[in-house]
């Protein structure tokens, strides 16, 4: 259960390791000695070499920036682990601040030249050049991009430390089993998820009332936020508030405009599974608090880490013979740290290794269903990074939001398969189906009630509208029950519920939701693909995750023979959606 970093460096010894962080730093500096200032004068044959320097130079030094952040992630309070990844992050920026003239020289270039993209010798780089393309005619003067830097550090992006300072130093009074207990935030949103629904109730109560008493506060921050975006927009010249997001995701406004459409067209669907729900519950409606509870039928058992393995590789060896022998390496070869440990961060996550053509996966395993779950989302990544990093350049690896999380869903729903055909009970095919359901609809339905309201935020400030905490809650709620119309209760302080969601409070971070949205019904679309074709699908999905960033994910959809940019492909997912739906229904 505990990780081998090893193979990341030459030799594990903390002077060795120092010592290419310091080759990493020097290299980067030759680069700098070489290219700065020339860049615009290169020819075809000259940035192909630029470009393929760079690539080496990134899978040179990959393996010890992932050993020092890994050791570091898996115990923060080993002191080697501290050094190390404090010299770790020294370093990077010190090649961060070298290199960083690439982009903009790169940029000036393709300004200049654009057919060189056409180039059949850059044919490797054509869709990562299209993108920085894409971007430059956004970008202010070096000057000016380093003034913004220097100044959105204490001007609108300590908004964000504000409200994380809000959140972790706030403490919150509430009553359990007849005692009255004192719980940190972290703390009490645990209990959202606990099987006695007067507690749920009493935390969200306890939670939103005491977030709604700061109102001044956080309308002046979100005001403040989406008024400077909106400036920044006009000065980089972006026609709307989401193109920067459209063209760092690489996506069209057509696209996310379908998709947006389909799940407005869809809320009966998600409303039907909620009235599913309370049934289920043994409720006549759902409050707010029971919408992501458990079901009373979940069960409790518990998975050894041989028993998760054998779960997770197996529903790979179902799926594909290759991917499922991947899966077990990743074990065999103790690419996985699952130990729960003091000093290690919590959560999980997936680091791609691209010149071990491999991962490292980090989570705490407690033996429970939903850490099988993020153990099966996780080496999803992983099958990402084996199949991306055997077709792909790094530089081609950089891979956005929306096709990032494919890999991983799709992981999840060969668990929900292989746990369906092996449930015994009809309470256990309840509950798997309810939680498949649950994350559907959390991420497809409740995720795009806050893309609808961001939006309007926007229109209301460039109408002239202003944004007082009560106007704000006015347009949450409407956003809200766009999507669940009247089948949820409403506790009435859950009207201050935007006011916990840290990523409005981000500078330079807007739309960041609907990326979500996107990965789960595309993941659904393509699960239905995958029924309907059996095993002829297979080799569509390795070629999808194999591209890795090297096509758009529009153009990725044209080769497997499908289109993003109408609303008949995002049906697909909800048609999937809907089969789930109809099987719970029939265990009733
Ligand atoms: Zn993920």
Redesign the pocket.
């Known amino acids: 259960m505990v990780w081998d970093l090893a193979p990341l460096v030459e030799s594990t010894g903390p002077a060795s390791v120092q010592k290419k962080l310091t080759s990493m730093v020097d290299e980067a500096k030759r680069m700098r000695n070489k290219y700065h200032g020339k860049i615009e004068g290169l020819d075809t044959k000259g940035l192909r070499e630029l470009l393929e320097t760079k690539d080496a130079f990134y899978l040179t030094f990959e393996g010890v920036m992932m050993y020092c952040g890994l050791m570091y992630a898996a115990d923060a309070t080993f002191d080697e682990a501290k050094q190390l990844n404090d010299a770790s992050r020294r370093a990077s920026m010190k090649v961060g601040q070298a290199l960083a003239f690439i982009d903009i020289e790169m940029g000036k270039l393709l300004i200049d030249i654009p057919s060189i993209i056409e180039d059949p010798m850059l044919s490797e780089y054509r869709h990562y050049l299209e993108r920085l393309l894409r971007s430059v005619p956004h970008q202010l003067s070096e000057t000016e991009e380093r003034v913004i830097i220097v100044k959105d550090k204490n001007g609108v992006s300590a908004w964000q430390l504000l409200q994380s300072d809000w959140l972790s130093t706030r403490t919150f009074n509430i009553e359990i089993a007849g005692k009255m207990k004192t719980l940190s935030y972290g703390k009490i949103i645990g209990l959202y998820q606990s099987q006695d629904r007067d507690l749920r109730r009493q935390a969200y109560q306890v939670v939103y009332k005491e977030l709604g008493i700061d109102k001044v506060l956080w309308a002046s921050a979100i005001r403040a936020v989406c008024a400077d975006h909106l400036q920044m927009c006009v000065l980089r010249k972006y026609p709307t508030a989401m193109t920067q997001s459209l063209i760092s995701n690489d996506v069209d406004q057509q696209t996310i405009a379908s998709l947006m459409k389909t799940i407005e067209g869809h809320v009966g669907l998600y409303q039907r599974y909620l009235r599913i729900k309370a049934r289920l519950m043994g409720v006549t409606k759902l409050a707010n608090y029971d919408v992501v509870a458990p079901i009373p039928q979940t069960s409790e058992k518990e998975y050894t880490w041989m028993e998760a393995r054998k779960e997770v590789v197996d529903a790979y060896l179902g799926f594909n013979k290759q991917l499922g022998g991947w899966v077990d390496e990743m074990f065999e070869k103790r690419r996985i740290d699952g130990e729960i440990r003091r000093g290690k961060r919590s959560g ?3 680091s791609s290794w691209l010149a071990g053509k491999s991962a490292y996966i980090l989570q705490s395993f407690n033996e429970k269903i939903g850490d099988v779950y993020t153990q099966i ?2 080496l ?2 992983a099958v990402h990074a084996y199949l991306g990093s055997r077709a792909q350049k790094p530089s081609n690896y950089e891979v956005g939001s929306c096709i ?2 494919c890999g ?2 799709f992981g999840e729903l060969l668990l929900t398969e292989r746990l369906l055909s092996k449930a015994d009970t009809v309470e256990e095919k309840q509950a798997i189906l309810a939680n498949v359901l649950d994350q559907f609809g959390m991420a497809a339905f409740q995720v795009s009630a806050r893309v609808f309201f961001e939006q309007s935020l926007y229109d209301a400030i460039e109408k002239g509208v202003f944004l007082d905490g009560e106007a704000i809650s006015e347009m949450w709620m409407a956003a809200r029950d766009k999507i669940y119309g009247e089948t949820v209760d409403w506790l009435d302080v859950m009207k201050w519920e935007w006011t916990m969601k840290s990523h409005y409070y981000m500078a330079n971070y807007r739309f960041y939701n609907y990326p979500y949205v996107f990965a789960q019904l595309f993941v659904f679309a393509l699960y239905k693909l995958y029924q309907e074709q059996g095993t002829a699908f297979v080799p569509k999905l390795k070629i999808l995750l194999a591209a890795g960033s090297s096509k758009s994910p529009r153009d990725l959809g044209v080769e497997l023979g499908f289109d993003i940019t109408s609303e008949v492909f995002w049906e697909k997912g909800m048609k999937q959606a809907e089969e789930f739906i109809n099987t719970l229904e029939e265990t009733l």
Request: charged share 20%; hydrophobic share 35%.
């Open positions: 999980a996550f997936c989302h996780e999803g990544h990032a999380e991983s869903i």
